[in-house]
């Protein structure tokens, strides 16, 4: 299966595009539809054995949720659109995207960082996560926190990580696994 030409933008609305392809399908032309949405970034920061988890109020579910630190790679659509028009790496903009959010959502400065990994979220649905750990930084005065935002902060020990994956308390179960992976 090869791409023939580029993708086509259907709609466009604030956060996601759809996008069609042409592809060849052993000779034969299929058009693929796709949702595509600007990358986030992720953050699991640990500090002396201990992981830090934010508490969220989130709209989408009308209760507080543990997370992991994060957001969007770029704030509008049309530049994740152009961007990734570009030879540019992504994971360059998510490291840029990291160190703002950190300073924003948790009040900490990166000294550095390392690429976990890359979430796929699925074959025609183009929103990949960007997991980055972080074990050397600086713990600023306070956090930066946008409008609108409710988060508080706390360390907890792997075990009491593992327990709060597992039972759901962290409803961004691409989150839940990436702690689950990098505790065990």
């Keep these: 299966m090869k ?4 993708k086509e933008i259907k709609y466009k ?3 996601i595009a759809v996008t069609n392809q042409l592809f060849d399908l052993n000779g034969k032309e299929v058009v693929f539809e796709f949702a595509e949405r600007a990358p986030g970034v992720r953050m699991i920061v640990e500090k002396d054995e201990k992981i830090l988890l934010t508490k ?6 009308k209760s507080y ?8 790679v ?10 990734v028009n570009t030879s540019n790496e ?3 903009a998510a490291e840029v995207a990291l ?11 990166v000294i550095s960082s390392k690429l976990s990994h890359v979430s796929v979220c699925g074959a025609t649905i183009n929103w990949n996560l960007y997991y980055f750990i972080i074990t050397d930084l600086n713990e600023l005065d306070e956090q930066e926190l946008e409008d609108g935002e409710d988060i508080k902060l706390s360390w907890f020990s792997k075990d009491e ?3 709060i994956c597992l039972n759901g308390e962290i409803s961004e179960e691409r989150s839940a696994i990436a702690l689950l992976r990098y505790i065990n």
């Design 90 to 92: 992504v994971q360059e």
């Design 99 to 109: 160190k703002k959010e950190a300073k924003e959502e948790l009040g900490i400065e």
């Design 74 to 83: 770029f704030d509008r659509l049309e530049d994740y659109l152009a961007y």
């Design 3 to 6: 791409p023939i030409g580029n």
């Design 56 to 61: 969220e109020y989130r709209n989408e579910t």
């Design 161 to 163: 990580v593992r327990e």
């Design 13 to 15: 609305g604030k956060i």
């Design 65 to 72: 949720d543990y997370r992991l630190a994060g957001g969007k």
